[in-house]
């Protein structure tokens, strides 16, 4: 994919719904049921969805990823940790994309990127083995130089680049923090452009940081989940995800700064 000097191009908008099913398992039960979730945030502008299914399934489970391979007409994004058990379902369900994360079971969420220097000959066979069926991969990973370029070198496609740093920095009034993590973004996905990778970015970003990071011409895609569920509790997905892609097109160039 490339970016047209002229024209922006449009950044896609991958919605995360883990937390519909976080709520679900909640109380037990089907409801609230997070392929619904996923219909109505394609309805409302969602470019695909992306769902980790965690080794203690504490919010999706194996029945939710099979039924939104079958139901969505949007690609899935499988966000899995680099395990014999999760590729076996990866290679099953045939996802249009797996993103490789790092997972500890005592985390509440992921809590940085993947290391893919100390863990190259662990991830090597299982990117080879998704790439095998058709899978494209993904490594969620820190935007730096080494883990980049091992990125390209271990066969993935596809970077994101880790945002909560920068997104943590800002929400913790730190300027200073906060810009040296923008500029360290900024370098990462230029450096993986450069190398022919596919850039992404996700976790923590809100309105106003993916309105910012929109700029940032080479990244192609954000990932983003926590943050839309949690507006989705005052103003419904749909209003949510709306607002969400007016940002992003704001961010790139693509409508008016005073577009609201």
């Not at 979730?37 to 470019?47: K, R, S, T, W």
Request: net charge negative; with cysteine; glycine share 8%.
């Amino acid at each position: 994919m490339t970016l047209d000097s002229k024209r922006p191009e449009r950044i896609r908008l991958g919605v995360n719904i883990d937390h519909v099913a976080t709520v679900r398992n909640a109380r037990g039960g089907a409801r609230p049921d997070p392929v619904r979730a996923a219909m109505l945030a394609i309805g409302a502008g969602a470019d695909g969805i992306t769902a980790h299914l965690r080794e203690d399934r504490r919010h999706i489970r194996d029945e939710d990823m099979a039924r939104l391979k079958a139901e969505i007409a949007k690609p899935l994004n499988y966000e899995m940790a680099a395990t014999a058990e999760m590729l076996a379902i990866a290679r099953r369900i045939r996802p249009h994309a797996c993103c490789l994360v790092p997972e500890k079971r005592e985390e509440r969420t992921t809590e940085g990127g993947l290391d893919v220097l100390g863990g190259q000959n662990h991830l090597r066979p299982y990117i080879a083995e998704l790439k095998e069926v058709g899978i494209r991969v993904s490594l969620f990973i820190e935007p730096d130089r080494a883990p980049i370029e091992m990125s390209k070198s271990l066969g993935a496609d596809i970077v994101e680049l880790h945002t909560g740093s920068w997104c943590h920095a800002i929400e913790a009034g730190d300027t200073a923090k906060a810009e040296t993590e923008f500029r360290r973004l900024k370098s990462g996905a230029a450096i993986a452009a450069a190398a022919g990778l596919e850039v992404h970015a996700g976790h923590g970003l809100d309105f106003e940081t993916a309105e910012k990071l929109a700029s940032v011409s080479e990244f192609v895609e954000f990932n983003i989940g926590h943050f839309l569920m949690g507006e989705a509790v005052f103003v419904g997905l749909a209003q949510a995800i709306a607002t969400m892609r007016l940002a992003m097109d704001r961010g790139r160039g693509l409508i008016p700064v005073d577009a609201r």
